[in-house]
């Protein structure tokens, strides 16, 4: 059965520091999904990443990169010098290709940047 | 383009009451998701429709929670009675059956308090 671990409940930085955020799923189809979204106070999921499991390559965004290694299941985000906006939960999140579109999250990451 | 609209944002009732609450998807978008998530945790498919139909409700609690999506659009999802571990966020999602990713948009979400 498909599962997705954020180990991380709860980070804490300063302004300007780096902070990666740790994503380890499980699944037993070889095609399939991952992704991030932000869900900040307001509520509202916004989409950040999605990434296919034959692409490992690994993507920068201005700020926001993505480590994607199939070996060790993972799908790591790192924010670079981080600001205070940055701060909300974080959900990683795995769809496999035999599931249709169901998504399964993880528990989230509460991130929070003090200024 | 209009988002997924959900209303209402916030509804407190007392247990054994009923709740009911309604979507609007993205227009256009065939596919309509509704989530649970509950405090601390990440979201969780309750239901699925394509159009009018239902595609996955293998995690819907069927003696209390029931949905519609009548003509294919907007829906409803009622909880009758309310239970108080059915305190938690709602959320409903769309995507479009164009989009080979089908990317789930999100509204702003229910919170639902049950005392």
């Known amino acids: 059965a498909q599962k997705v671990t954020q180990a991380q409940t709860e980070i804490s930085v300063v302004e300007k520091e780096d902070v990666t955020l740790d994503c380890v799923y499980e699944?037993?189809?070889?095609?399939?999904?991952l992704f991030w979204y932000k869900q900040p106070p307001s509520g509202e999921l916004v989409f950040l990443i999605r990434r296919n499991s034959f692409d490992e390559q690994n993507e920068i965004s201005g700020r926001y990169s993505w480590n994607f290694q199939k070996s060790t299941s993972s799908f790591n985000f790192t924010i670079t010098a981080s600001q205070v906006v940055d701060s909300a939960v974080y959900f990683c999140?795995?769809?496999?290709?035999?599931?249709?579109?169901?998504?399964?999250f993880g528990e989230g990451t509460q991130l929070t940047v003090n200024p | 383009e209009a988002g997924v609209a959900q209303s209402p944002r916030y509804k407190i009732i007392e247990k054994r009451q009923s709740v009911a609450f309604w979507c609007n998807p993205i227009s256009g978008h065939a596919t309509l998701y509704w989530y649970q998530q509950i405090l601390g945790q990440g979201p969780k498919l309750l239901i699925q429709?394509?159009?009018?139909?239902?595609?996955?409700d293998s995690q819907l609690p069927k003696d209390r929670f029931s949905a519609e999506r009548l003509k294919g659009v907007d829906s409803t999802l009622k909880i009758q009675p309310a239970k108080l571990e059915d305190s938690a966020v709602y959320l409903c999602?769309?995507?479009?059956?164009?989009?080979?990713?089908?990317?789930?948009?999100f509204g702003p979400g229910t919170r639902l308090t049950v005392l």
């Open positions: 999602a769309s995507s479009s059956l164009r989009d080979y990713y089908n990317e789930q948009f």
């Open positions: 999140a795995l769809r496999e290709q035999t599931s249709g579109s169901r998504l399964t």
């Open positions: 429709f394509q159009n009018n139909g239902v595609v996955d």
């Open positions: 699944t037993r189809d070889t095609t399939y999904y």
